[in-house]
């Protein structure tokens, strides 16, 4: 009878510090990385392009739970990308986000997260081809928590960027892409 309730016990505490990383109050600290495939559009003077590209982007995230389960934070994304026919480009974006983790009991959290903000984008080397603008993204996924503060996040994301270019306004990219992803995050 003493080792059931010892049991019970155990896992009574292993589910309330299950559920104590997305507690209100708590910060997460994210590192992703998205490997996707694009299909990106461009427009200059009423010509239209469409290529095909490989993508890779790094984001780090920082985010403070203001109710359990919702956080708010800032993302940064680093994406480095080569399409068809063109030279390497490269993206910075800064997002302010909110991700939401469903209450669910164990170690497996889906969560949802959404973001818009600002990036910067380049191509080559030249300062024609550089571009600002808007930038959005969301995605969902599941958080594995491998240890009680530790969690491997998994997932899909969708982005889109609308910029244009600086030296030349009214030239414009618009870009939409899927990609995978995969990273740790730390609560505390």
Not at 13 to 35: D, R
Not at 45 to 66: C, D, E, I, R, W
Not at 107 to 133: L, M, W
Not at 144 to 169: C, M, P, V, W
Request: net charge positive; charged share 15%.
């Amino acid at each position: 009878m003493k080792k059931m309730i010892a049991l019970c016990i155990a896992h009574l505490l292993f589910l309330l510090t299950a559920n104590a990383q997305t507690e209100k109050g708590k910060w997460v600290i994210s590192g992703q990385t998205n490997l996707s495939f694009a299909y990106n559009s461009s427009a200059e003077y009423m010509k239209s392009y469409k290529t095909k590209s490989g993508t890779f982007t790094l984001q780090p995230a920082v985010g403070y739970f203001v109710a359990t389960n919702l956080a708010v934070g800032l993302s940064a994304a680093y994406t480095y990308s080569k399409a068809d026919f063109s030279e390497a480009t490269s993206t910075l974006a800064l997002m302010p986000q909110a991700e939401y983790y469903f209450p669910l009991e164990g170690k497996a959290r889906p969560f949802v997260t959404i973001g818009g903000g600002y990036a910067r984008h380049s191509e080559g080397d030249s300062a024609i081809f550089k571009y600002d603008g808007f930038a959005a993204g969301g995605g969902a996924g599941v958080a594995l928590f491998l240890k009680n503060n530790i969690s491997l996040d998994l997932g899909a994301h969708y982005t889109y960027t609308q910029l244009e270019n600086i030296q030349k306004r009214g030239y414009y990219v618009k870009n939409n892409g899927l990609g995978f992803l995969a990273g740790f995050s730390l609560f505390f």
